[in-house]
């Protein structure tokens, strides 16, 4: 019977992750792996069709042992079956569950099993079940399967795992043998065999079909360069379509570095070792080279980082944590790769080999074979571990984990660890391939303790969510591994350090109003501080001077262009076109473009700073070498022309002050220095101050200690410069942030822009408090100026604005006066209640005294207040803080509802937006319009921005207004003139 003959093949190893048969070759053991390839277009679509091809190939092997299948996924009690049918022999019933699933089985999909199995005796008690599973079973699975299952049921259910099947399949499914395989293959192309594959497809009658891929180690037997197809007995395959095939389902034996001899027909292969694909990760060369990592003598910082990595290594060291990852995550030029470099450093003389992998040469799998020939050929460095690992080799992907146990076996007895670290790990997450390798490596390094760690840095300002990012895999490392604490910006002491090694070059003390600016610009990215110092010292030895520094306003973009200077047309096409292709090779750029001597052109480019070479050779063709932009940012600006992140500074001054310079500025046209000093008596540095934040709105230039106006902002009228300036805050981080946490909790003490200022410039961490409450203020100060946001001087808070208020004038003295809104802010019953509610606390009453009567928030007493403030039906006591009703308040309180609507109709008309209001629904005539598009229209010439929301709510409560003061009608969603709608329709 088939459960006594499936008992009889001996177990191997259970634990292993991979199927293969043992056997001696050359005194190595013989490893062989079956992969089944589902296909289709989506990785859903995918793992379906291995499902299914499983099954269809377990089928297969039952029937070639004599067991009848009578039904294939089968619907039974809520459950589907995989297989079911009776041994010919004895007519013993059975059922079969086929698991093809990436990663273990856990104990769930055990219960299930056993649910079917329990469901199946009940009918048929002497029923047997088989499991048969790709994956092995992890810990808890195991335990449940030996104890509720095994232990209760015996040899009534068997679970085969993949060691098990291949053997089966050898055995019994008419196989040749894989010694005749790699035989063939080696007599053939006189090369040593790599790992041997059995790969399962589909053929054209949806049956599961089977051939072998040998592969070839290169003629210096580092790594496996070719790939042999035979079919299943042992044949040659020469047919060009299956071949295409088989490499189209099974990725990494389609890479660039395998040859195929069944489609090129080669008699033998070129004795050619197998380029590099990969680098390990490059160093700066001075402070201030801020196109690659800092070298260790010029790294600052990262105390708390590199203690955790060291706690981390020493818990690893003492067998207190299972984990064997780490994982290093922040922003682009945060300075993730310069801490590999200075951990790779201080970790040698603790017996640790560190290799720092540069990551952005991966394109295919063959990425993580020269990865860990890299760590290989470091370790042989050491003369102890030499001899041991003399013999280890890259076999291919399956057998990588043998690769990297025979590794442990060699170094762990020598007392040592190894790292292999996987810098700028999103370009890997590009190839959902080459990170899911990585990711089952992972893991299986982590399931056999090996004194192996695996390191990985990645952005985490540069993510995707795009369809086929591998998020599962991702998901999983960082499940597995140690992340240590998300690099931030520099803060004062880092910051100081590199502006101390400035000055150094500079030969002097740094002016405070430069350091101040050079602190402000970097905003804590160590890569934008170490490439303004950079600008600092060439323009110093350009002669320009430090007073013409403190001039220039830096801003990113300028530096950028500044990179492009002295590029001739030709040169900045080329650029912008290569940009979207970097990281890349000269081959490929050579194939993109008909350009003669591209080389050249790269090569200006690497002289200006503008290109990188990752690796200054790879093989023995300049061909290979690669290329990339400096920085992320800078290779974005030359796509799109424009810098991806917003700007960054905070206010030295009041708008109050500033503006009043910018006025005298644009009515002159233009104003010295000097002319400023002699008509204010100001000092220089306090006219920079002054001036500062105008040019960081780009509201005005200086130059030769003259101030101009901007040529964006000189023909501009008033209400257009209003406009400007709420962009151009907007695109300030600190203004972008103040403003989102102001949509969440409406109002915020300035204690909370502190916080922002801190987090967003750590260097400003050496102010005094009262420093950074001054800079918090001045922020709080534009807003409010800019219409965005109320600034309460009484309790220094910032106070969301609804798009419907506005500002009447820009700048207001003291507290800003409610009386400030031009447009409604309340329906009209809210405006009565507030007015009856005033006239009950005999006419006159506090605020807080009002917030109780009507019981509202401080948001809505302060719009009803406002709206009886602009009708003149209250007023304010500024010293006393109380609200009195006006004698036409009164009289509105104590008069009918005819006589309240004439009164309200009268003081509605004293109002701009009203009457502009009022004119559309006139203009509209007899066809009418919507409360919504008389107010777009309003909104439209006054040439504000609004959600349409709020548009909506605007023309609603204009529309409510003029409908009580009896000037309009409404029919539906249509206002009309009174005059144009019969009385009858208005009572209806």
């Avoid at 809520?78 to 010919?88: K, M, N, P, Q, R």
């Avoid at 009803?864 to 006393?880: E, Q």
Wanted: charged fraction near 30%; aromatic fraction near 10%.
């Amino acid at each position: 019977m088939m459960c006594s003959l499936l008992l009889e093949i001996s177990r191997l190893n259970r634990s292993t992750l991979h199927i293969y048969l043992e056997c001696q070759v050359d005194g190595r053991a013989l490893m062989i792996y079956l992969h089944i390839l589902g296909s289709g277009k989506t990785a859903a679509a995918k793992a379906n069709s291995k499902g299914h091809l499983f099954e269809h190939l377990m089928r297969a092997l039952l029937e070639h042992l004599k067991m009848s299948v009578t039904h294939m996924n089968k619907s039974e009690s809520g459950l589907e079956i995989d297989i079911e049918g009776v041994s010919i022999l004895g007519k013993m019933k059975f059922f079969a569950e086929c698991k093809a699933q990436e990663g273990s089985l856990n104990s769930t999909d055990i219960q299930k099993f056993g649910f079917k199995f329990m469901d199946k005796k009940y009918e048929t008690p002497d029923i047997r079940g088989f499991l048969f599973t790709l994956s092995p079973l992890n810990s808890k699975a195991q335990e449940v399967w030996d104890d509720k299952l095994k232990a209760r049921h015996g040899d009534q259910v068997t679970c085969y795992l993949q060691d098990e099947i291949i053997e089966f399949l050898i055995q019994h499914y008419k196989l040749a043998s894989p010694d005749i395989i790699r035989g063939q293959a080696t007599n053939r192309y006189a090369r040593n065999c790599g790992d041997t594959q059995i790969l399962c497809v589909e053929d054209n009658n949806k049956a599961a079909s089977l051939f072998w891929a040998q592969l070839l180690m290169s003629s210096d037997g580092t790594e496996p360069n070719a790939v042999v197809f035979y079919g299943p007995t042992g044949s040659f395959v020469t047919e060009r379509a299956t071949i295409e095939r088989l490499l189209s389902l099974k990725h990494d034996l389609a890479t660039e570095k395998l040859t195929c001899p069944n489609i090129e027909d080669l008699p033998r292969l070129d004795d050619i070792s197998p380029s590099r694909t990969v680098v390990r990760v490059r160093m700066s060369s001075d402070w201030f080279d801020y196109r690659f990592p800092a070298a260790p003598q010029f790294f600052v910082g990262r105390d708390l980082q590199r203690t955790e990595l060291a706690e981390f290594i020493q818990d690893v060291r003492q067998r207190k944590t299972s984990s064997r990852g780490i994982i290093v995550s922040g922003k682009s030029g945060i300075g993730k790769s310069s801490l590999a470099l200075k951990a790779r450093q201080e970790l040698q003389e603790a017996k640790m080999v560190f290799v720092p992998i540069d990551s952005r040469l991966c394109d295919d799998v063959s990425f993580l074979f020269d990865s860990i020939n890299e760590l290989l050929f470091e370790l042989r460095q050491i003369p102890e571990l030499r001899d041991d690992l003399e013999s280890v080799r890259v076999e291919g992907l399956d057998s990588l984990i043998k690769t990297l146990t025979d590794t442990h076996e060699a170094i762990d007895k020598q007392g040592y660890l190894a790292v292999l670290f996987f810098d700028q790990f999103e370009k890997v997450f590009e190839y959902p391939e080459v990170t899911k390798a990585i990711r089952t490596l992972y893991l299986r390094v982590i399931e056999k303790q090996l004194a192996i760690l695996f390191g990985f840095a990645w952005k985490s300002d540069l993510w995707s969510l795009a369809e086929g990012f591998p998020h599962h895999e991702r998901d999983d490392i960082v499940r597995e591994s140690l992340p240590l604490r998300q690099l931030g910006e520099f803060g004062p002491e880092e910051t100081s350090e590199i502006l101390k090694q400035l000055e150094v070059q500079w030969e002097g003390k740094l002016d405070v109003q430069l350091r101040r600016q050079l602190i402000t610009f970097s905003r804590g990215l160590p890569w934008l501080l170490k490439k303004v110092c950079a600008h600092v010292l060439e323009q110093k030895s350009r002669g320009v001077t430090k007073n013409e520094l403190i001039e220039t306003n830096l801003k990113l973009q300028d530096l950028f262009e500044a990179d492009l200077a002295g590029l001739d047309d030709e040169e900045r096409t080329l650029l912008k076109a290569i940009a979207p292709l970097l990281p890349t090779t000269l081959r490929r750029l050579s194939e993109s473009f008909e350009i003669s001597n591209i080389d050249r052109s790269l090569h200006r480019f690497i002289d200006k700073r503008i290109l990188v070479k990752i690796t200054e050779d790879v093989g023995d063709s300049l061909a290979n070498v690669k290329y990339d932009a400096y920085s992320d940012i800078f290779r974005e600006f030359l796509i799109t022309g424009t810098v991806p992140i917003e700007d960054a500074y905070y206010f030295y001054t009041s708008p109050r002050g500033a503006l009043k310079f910018f006025e005298k500025v644009k009515e002159r046209g233009e104003l010295s220095i000097e002319q400023e000093m002699e008509e204010t008596g100001k000092r220089i540095a306090s006219i920079y101050n002054l001036s500062r934040d105008l040019r960081s709105l780009d509201l005005v230039n200086v130059r030769n200690r003259v101030f101009t106006v901007t040529d964006e902002v000189i023909d501009l009228e008033q209400d257009e410069i209003l406009s400007f300036l709420q962009s151009q805050l907007k695109w300030n981080r600190l203004v972008s942030l103040t403003l989102s946490e102001l949509n969440e909790k409406e109002t915020i003490p300035l204690a909370d822009i502190a916080q922002l200022l801190q987090d967003l410039f750590p260097p400003v961490q050496v102010f005094k408090e009262k420093t950074r409450e001054y800079y918090s203020k001045t922020t709080a100060l534009w807003l409010h100026y800019a219409r965005l946001a109320f600034y309460n001087k009484k309790d220094k808070s910032l106070r969301r604005v609804d798009d419907e208020a506005v500002f009447e004038s820009i700048v207001e003295k003291g507290t800003p006066s409610l009386t400030g809104f031009r447009f409604p802010m309340c329906f009209r019953n809210a405006i009565i209640e507030c007015l009856e509610a005033i006239n009950g606390a005999g006419g006159k009453v506090s605020f807080s005294q009002l917030m109780e009567k009507l019981s509202k928030s401080h948001q809505s007493v302060e719009k009803v207040l406002s709206d009886n403030l602009n009708l003149s039906f209250v007023s304010r006591d500024d010293k006393a803080g109380m609200y009195s009703l006006t004698s036409l308040g009164a009289r509105f309180v104590a008069s009918s509802d005819k006589t309240r609507r004439q009164l309200f109709r009268q003081q509605c008309s004293n109002i701009q937006v009203f009457n502009q209001f009022i004119s559309y629904v006139e203009a509209a005539g007899i066809n009418g319009i919507t409360s919504r598009q008389a107010a777009r229209k309003l909104v439209q010439e006054m040439q504000l921005e609004m959600a349409d929301a709020t548009v909506e709510k605007l023309g609603a409560m204009l529309a409510n207004w003029a409908e009580y003061a009896e000037i309009i009608a409404r029919s539906g969603r249509l206002c009309f003139m009174k005059k144009y709608v019969p009385e009858q329709m208005i009572l209806l």
